[in-house]
C-alpha cells in the first residue's frame, strides 16, 4: 500500500512554470507506475501523464504534451510534473496516483491509489 501527498500548486501566471511533486509513503516505491491527473472545475477527471517503475517510459495528453514533463526519484520515492508554458485551461485540482506492478500508462489505466490533490491556477 502506498500513500500519495501532492504538493506545489499555486497562483501563476500564463506562460509561468510550476512544478509539482508527489511524495510517496511505503517500501515498494520503484514498483509503482505512477499518474498525474487533473480535474477542472466543473469537468470530468482527465489524464495528464503517467511513468513507469525506472521512469525511461512516459506518456502524455496530448493537450499538455511538449509542456509538461513527468519524473521521478525513486530514491526519494518522489514523483514530479514540471508544467511549462502555463495556461488558463490548465487551472485545476492536480492529483498524483499510483498502481501496482507493469502495464499501460495512458488514460485506460486504472490506479489504486491517489493523493488528496493539490490546486494549480492559471491567470490570463
Known amino acids: 500500500q502506498v500513500q500519495l501527498v501532492e504538493s506545489g500548486g499555486g497562483l501563476v501566471q500564463a506562460g509561468g512554470s510550476l512544478r509539482l511533486s508527489c511524495a510517496a509513503s511505503?517500501?515498494?516505491?520503484?514498483?509503482?507506475?505512477m499518474g498525474w491527473f487533473r480535474q477542472a472545475p466543473g469537468k470530468g477527471r482527465e489524464w495528464v501523464a503517467g511513468i513507469s517503475w525506472g521512469g525511461t517510459l512516459t506518456r502524455y495528453a496530448d493537450s499538455v504534451k511538449g509542456r509538461f514533463t513527468i519524473s521521478r526519484d525513486n530514491a526519494k520515492k518522489t514523483v514530479y510534473l514540471q508544467m511549462n508554458s502555463l495556461r488558463p485551461e490548465d487551472t485545476a485540482v492536480y492529483y498524483c496516483?499510483?498502481?501496482w506492478g507493469s502495464g499501460t500508462l495512458d488514460s485506460t489505466t486504472r490506479y489504486d491509489y491517489w493523493g488528496q490533490g493539490t490546486q494549480v491556477t492559471v491567470s490570463s
Open positions: 496516483a499510483a498502481v
Open positions: 511505503g517500501r515498494t516505491f520503484d514498483s509503482y507506475r
